[in-house]
C-alpha cells in the first residue's frame, strides 16, 4: 500500500538537476525527472504520491525575478486544493528570496510548502539532494506545518528567517535569529511550539497589482552620497538600508542624512536592516542610529534584508500606500520579525 498523500513537485530550477557542461553547471530540461523515475526509494510505499511540474526555462536561480515569485506562487496556489502538500525545487543563490516572498504572496497557508535544492546535483555519486528530497517529501506530506519552510541538511526552517550562509558546504542556509522549526536525525522531529498557528480564515494568493520599485543600499565605511542619492531617485517607492551593527549610519555626514531624509520627505519608505547576522535593529541604541530615526527610516527589528526586501516587494505590489507599508514593515506579519519586548 502506498501512502495516501499527495505532494505537487514545481520543480524551477537549480543545481539539483543540473548536468555539467563546458561552461559550468547548467539546468537541463527533463533530466531531474529521468533521476527521480530511477531512484527505487522513491517509489517505496512509505513515500507519498507526488507529481512534478517543470518549469520552462528551467532556471539558475541568480537568473530569478519577482516575475518568478510571481508564477510559483501562482502555481501552488491552482494545485492548493488537490495536494496535501508542496515541495519547490530551487537553485540555493537565490532560495532565501523566494522562501520569503512566497511567505508573504501566499496568505492563510494552510498547507506545508517546502523549498529545497542541493548544493551537489542529483546525478552525482556524492550529493546532498538525495536526503534533501526525500526528507522534503516525507515532511510536506506527514506534517501539517502552516509555514513557507526552506530544508536543508537536517534543518527545517521558517523560509523568512533564511540566509545563505555557505557557497560550498551541504549547510547552506542558516537562520540566525528564529530556531529551526525541525530537525532530521534518526527521526523526523519537528518542534510545533516553533511553528505559525493554522490559519482561521480560507487560503488566498495575494495578487498583486502593480510592479513595485524597491532597492538595497548596504552601507560602508566612505559610502559616497551621490551613489544613496542615486539609488534613492524617483520612481524608487521603498529601500532596505543594511546598516552597521544595532542599525547606525554616519551621522557625521550631513550630507548622507540630508538625501536620506529627502527621500523620505517624497514618501520613500526605508528600512533599517543590520548587516549582522545575528540580533535586532535598536534606532535607539546610539545617536548614530537615532540620527536615521528623525530622518523617518523605520526599523526592520531583526528581519533579514532577503525578508524586508520581498516584504516591501509585496506590501506595495498591494496597493497599500506609504504610510500602511511603513506601518506594516514594523509588524510582525509571518513570522518574520521578533517585535520588541515592551
Ligand atoms: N547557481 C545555483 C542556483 O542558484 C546554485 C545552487 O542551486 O546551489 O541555481
Not at 186 to 200: F, G, N, R
Request: glycine fraction near 8%; proline fraction near 7%.
Amino acid at each position: 500500500m502506498t501512502s495516501a498523500k499527495s505532494v505537487y513537485i514545481a520543480y524551477v530550477g537549480g543545481t539539483i538537476g543540473m548536468v555539467k557542461t563546458p561552461s559550468g553547471y547548467q539546468p537541463a530540461a527533463g533530466y531531474l525527472r529521468q533521476q527521480m523515475e530511477a531512484m527505487p526509494e522513491l517509489q517505496d510505499e512509505r513515500m507519498p504520491r507526488f507529481v512534478i511540474h517543470e518549469y520552462t526555462p528551467l532556471l539558475d536561480s541568480s537568473n530569478m525575478t519577482p516575475a518568478d515569485w510571481l508564477e510559483i506562487a501562482q502555481d501552488i496556489t491552482d494545485h492548493y486544493d488537490q495536494y496535501d502538500g508542496f515541495v519547490v525545487l530551487h537553485g540555493t543563490d537565490t532560495m532565501a528570496y523566494t522562501a520569503s516572498a512566497l511567505s508573504f504572496l501566499l496568505q492563510n497557508l494552510g498547507k506545508t510548502v517546502i523549498v529545497t535544492g542541493s548544493q551537489i546535483p542529483l546525478v552525482e555519486m556524492r550529493n546532498d539532494a538525495r536526503p534533501n528530497l526525500i526528507d522534503s517529501l516525507l515532511i510536506a506530506s506527514s506534517y501539517a506545518i502552516p509555514e513557507v519552510c526552506l530544508y536543508f541538511n537536517t534543518k527545517l526552517f521558517r523560509g523568512n528567517r533564511t540566509v545563505k550562509v555557505n557557497a560550498s558546504g551541504f549547510n547552506a542556509f542558516d537562520s540566525p535569529n528564529y530556531p529551526p522549526l525541525g530537525t532530521v536525525g534518526v527521526d523526523i522531529s519537528i518542534d510545533p511550539t516553533h511553528v505559525l498557528p493554522h490559519p482561521a480564515e480560507p487560503f488566498r494568493f495575494a495578487r498583486l497589482t502593480s510592479q513595485p520599485q524597491v532597492g538595497q543600499i548596504r552601507l560602508f565605511p566612505g559610502i559616497s552620497v551621490d551613489v544613496v542619492k542615486n539609488l534613492l531617485q524617483p520612481p524608487i517607492q521603498g529601500v532596505i538600508l543594511e546598516t552597521f551593527g544595532a542599525g547606525n549610519a554616519p551621522d557625521k555626514d550631513q550630507a548622507f542624512l540630508d538625501a536620506i531624509k529627502a527621500a523620505v520627505d517624497r514618501g520613500v519608505v526605508v528600512v533599517s536592516c543590520t548587516q549582522c547576522l545575528y540580533g535586532t535593529v535598536d534606532l535607539d541604541a546610539y545617536a548614530t542610529g537615532s540620527a536615521l530615526k528623525a530622518c523617518g527610516v523605520i526599523n526592520g527589528y531583526d528581519m533579514t534584508a532577503e525578508s524586508a526586501l520581498t516584504k516591501l516587494y509585496t506590501l506595495f505590489g498591494l496597493g497599500y500606500d506609504g504610510n500602511t507599508v511603513r506601518a506594516l514593515m514594523e509588524t510582525n506579519l509571518r513570522g518574520e520579525l521578533t517585535p520588541p519586548k515592551r
